[in-house]
């Protein structure tokens, strides 16, 4: 059979399966708890304003429209990685080549000081816009309030690895994002969350002038409860708030949801008029609620990055973006023209006997590890490796599921992970 011929099946067979109900994604739920050294976290905020947050900005816009692919896109990425150089980040490019498009996504690094760590966080924005337009706010302000952060936190350490990223390829179908992900997940890269700055420079009211909004999907919503909490925290300092809205899917944090990791999409409140055309300036910012928003998400990067990760699971296999035929990988349809569908990442069962594995790292013994399908009990492991044969209970895998892992602790801590499948297969644990 052609690789061609195999993936027109597959993404029929995946697209009859999506017109059932989807099943809802939950996490266990996770303790609220902000416990960093206040006064230095404030310490960093307050050394956020507008002359450092236009600097950067004015410096991409010198740029004009930067279309992925074009010279001026070119041109930004190297201002960008010139900024992060000069902080003395240690920075790279991340070349990528997708659907026709060239480009590269800047990736600067500050280590964490937990050597026992590997997890990571990324606060991201994209510097490419659509033709025609400079992107002052779509997404110049979320590109400059990276490197605004990325300024300021360069000179502190904090528990976990940081990634500050600048992504193209945005605005022709988060590929840019997506080929990261991608790769990060076949790594193996413990990614434990996205933090997706786009359009975060504009306000018109009062209520706008105070909110600003997160949007994640639902197995992400501890991103957003957790951000909140530091929102109340820093209150008297930022005088701002966290409104969170259900998830939007074309937004470059879904490219990571889509390959297993938490993300969330966080923009201002109040509508722009400009955007995706020649007006989308800066002189339409409001910058007072741009430095405002901007002090924020310093204040939730810091504390997310010193945020204590007692026990993690990380899902290993099946591999994202995969179909397996009884437990072989057998072609990569990642469906990266389905940046919108929710087809993009999604792993494709045919046959029974392929196996789900999952790690756990933890600072304390593990009690039990529950793998799960749609929320229903399937079986429980209580000695690595952890891992169980994909199947049905009492009755076949058919379509679209949702596999979930839980770890639980001795003291009772939870954590958990989830992975989208499409499966084919007769196979189940009781046939009586």
Request: aromatic fraction near 16%.
């Amino acid at each position: 059979m052609s690789r061609h011929l195999f993936v027109f099946l597959s993404f029929f067979i995946l697209l009859s399966s999506s017109f059932g109900a989807f099943p809802l994604r939950g996490e266990a739920s996770k303790t609220v708890t902000v416990s960093s050294n206040y006064a230095q976290v404030v310490e960093m905020v307050n050394q956020i304003n507008e002359t450092m947050l236009f600097d950067y900005h004015h410096g991409l816009m010198r740029f004009g429209p930067r279309y992925t692919g074009s010279l001026n896109c070119s041109f930004a990425a190297q201002y960008i990685y010139k900024c992060f150089q000069d902080m003395g980040l240690a920075v790279e490019y991340s070349n990528w080549s997708t659907e026709g498009f060239k480009s590269k996504n800047v990736v600067a690094t500050l280590p964490g000081t937990d050597s026992d760590s590997t997890a990571y966080y990324i606060l991201c924005g994209h510097y490419d816009t659509v033709p025609g337009a400079p992107g002052a706010d779509d997404d110049g302000s979320g590109t400059a309030a990276v490197l605004a952060i990325a300024h300021v936190m360069s000179h502190y350490q904090f528990n976990h690895t940081i990634k500050f990223i600048t992504f193209s390829g945005e605005e022709v179908g988060t590929y840019g994002s997506f080929t990261y992900a991608r790769d990060a997940s076949y790594r193996g890269d413990d990614i434990v969350a996205v933090l997706n700055m786009d359009m975060i420079g504009y306000a018109n009211s009062t209520d706008g002038g105070r909110i600003l909004r997160f949007f994640p999907p639902l197995r992400s919503h501890w991103i957003a409860e957790y951000a909140t909490a530091i929102a109340e925290k820093y209150h008297d300092v930022i005088d701002m708030r966290i409104d969170t809205l259900p998830s939007y899917p074309g937004a470059d944090n879904q490219a990571f949801v889509d390959y297993g990791y938490d993300g969330v999409w966080i923009a201002h409140q109040d509508g722009y008029a400009w955007g995706h055309s020649a007006n989308d300036t800066a002189d339409h910012l409001n910058w007072t609620y741009y430095v405002k928003a901007t002090k924020l998400m310093c204040a939730v990067t810091a504390e997310f990055a010193q945020r204590p990760l007692y026990v993690q699971v990380l899902i290993r296999q099946p591999l994202e973006g995969y179909t397996y035929v009884f437990n072989r990988p057998v072609l990569q349809t990642s469906f990266e023209k389905q940046w919108y569908s929710g087809f993009r990442g999604i792993t494709i069962i045919f046959g029974g006997k392929t196996i789900a594995k999952a790690d756990v790292i933890s600072e304390e013994p593990i009690k039990y590890v529950i793998f799960c399908v749609d929320g229903k009990f399937m079986v429980w492991d209580t000695e690595p490796p952890y891992e169980w044969t994909v199947q049905g209970m009492y009755f076949p895998l058919l379509g679209k599921h949702i596999i979930e892992v839980y770890a639980y602790t001795a003291s009772g801590k939870v954590a958990s992970d989830e992975m989208d499948i499409s499966i084919w297969s007769v196979s189940r644990a009781y046939k009586g």
